[in-house]
């Protein structure tokens, strides 16, 4: 088998080129007319084909471990629509992406896509195959553009759902950054300080005759835990990370574990309007493009990201198709503000259901921002009190003994 490069048009007439390991020349005519293509030229590449085969392998290989970020979903998906926009077929669109592609795993990728839609299956089929890479929000708005023939609406909305979610992260980061370097100081202060600095006190706090206050007898306590324990220590820590792992890929670990996201201080406030915002998003988008309400919960919740919340839009689609209408059965769920409520119920009772989810979509955008601006100011005099407290042990620790011994020895004068 030996390898050919060739050059071919599309039935739009663009031009497209590659290679491809065949048995002969005629081979590759007959594999580039069962895929469409109007061949130009073919030639072979002599003398070159196993070194090219093996350097493409090493080129996959390494590819295979390449992070597709979101801003090259976002480039991708921005590419594909004007692609679409255009006219030209989505193969031939996804095999010109794939030239164009840098990394070797998104070139993997597109082409593994398109060579399955050749195949017969649907675009968001051969997407579901990479899961790691298109989250499932993206797959079942792709899925519903497929279905309601509208696939360049539900792109441009794709790209402006992933920018946010984008920025929105990128803001969480910068938030919470310098919390986790202070409090990553702290301990690790901490550790120092009882596991080397301690111990070159304890022995003379021990041997005189006074009474140690209680700062420095939990010091000292902490210390022996440390140097006697220190080792098992780290290993039931390493234990029950390992386990509270494997819990939460568990279905009811999952569940309880989103549960209690939710509840988390500062975070949990902010974590709950992400998953009104992405419910509403996607409830919209789905009903705009002509999908059945609960079918469109069904992938709403498939898409929300928690568990937990899923869970109860599942139980507003039983209670819909009981014939509750939706703004009650949201109601009962308990994790649906009134706002929300009052928005859902208005748009029932008007017909403008998607303008009043858009507008519940874009009040909860506006929140997120707000909110996640503020976390870094909630959270400083948080961290500041922390430090305060900390220092302020330690400095009773060590010195209070001092004192007391100093006030000992002038008592003996």
């Not at 509840?263 to 509403?280: T, V």
């Amino acid at each position: 088998m030996a390898l050919y490069s060739y050059k071919a048009r599309d039935e739009k007439g663009t031009l497209i080129t590659g290679s491809m390991d065949a048995d002969n020349m005629g081979a590759v005519y007959m594999q580039l007319d069962s895929l469409g293509l109007y061949p130009i030229s073919v030639s072979e590449l002599k003398g070159i084909g196993n070194n090219i085969s093996l350097g493409t392998s090493f080129k996959t290989l390494l590819g295979n471990y390449q992070k597709i970020t979101y801003d090259d979903l976002i480039f991708f998906t921005r590419q594909l629509q004007t692609i679409i926009k255009a006219g030209i077929p989505l193969i031939s669109g996804l095999r010109a992406l794939e030239e164009q592609a840098t990394k070797e795993r998104l070139k993997n990728i597109l082409k593994d896509i398109y060579l399955d839609i050749e195949r017969g299956k649907s675009f968001a089929e051969a997407m579901e195959k990479h899961i790691e890479v298109f989250p499932e929000i993206y797959i079942s708005m792709i899925r519903a553009g497929e279905i309601g023939g509208v696939l360049e609406d539900v792109l441009e909305r794709l790209i402006g759902m992933l920018e946010f979610q984008m920025k929105t992260k990128e803001m969480v980061k910068a938030a919470l950054r310098y919390p986790i370097m202070v409090l990553v100081t702290l301990v690790v202060a901490f550790f120092v300080l009882v596991t080397f600095v301690v111990p070159k006190f304890v022995p003379l706090f021990k041997s005189a005759k006074i009474d140690l206050p209680l700062p420095t007898r939990i010091m000292i306590l902490l210390n022996e835990i440390v140097q006697q324990y220190g080792v098992y220590l780290i290993a039931v820590v390493i234990l029950l990370t390992i386990g509270f792992v494997f819990y939460k890929r568990t279905e009811n670990g999952r569940f309880q574990w989103d549960k209690f996201k939710l509840r988390l201080p500062l975070l949990g406030q902010i974590l709950h309007k992400i998953y009104i915002s992405r419910f509403a998003n996607m409830f919209e988008n789905m009903i705009r493009t002509g999908v059945p309400v609960i079918k469109a919960l069904e992938t709403a919740s498939k898409t929300i990201g928690n568990a937990y919340v899923a869970g109860k839009i599942n139980e507003v689609s039983l209670k819909i198709e009981k014939g509750k209408g939706i703004s009650k059965p949201l109601k009962e769920t308990g994790i649906f503000p009134p706002l929300v409520i009052h928005l859902v119920s208005t748009g029932e009772s008007t017909g403008a259901l998607e303008e009043m989810l858009k507008e519940v979509s874009d009040h909860y955008d506006r929140e997120i921002i707000y909110s996640v601006s503020r976390l870094s100011t909630w959270i400083e005099p948080i961290l500041t009190a922390a430090l305060s407290i900390m220092v302020l042990f330690l400095a009773l620790a060590i010195f209070m003994p001092w004192w007391h011994m100093m006030g000992a020895l002038r008592g003996g004068g």
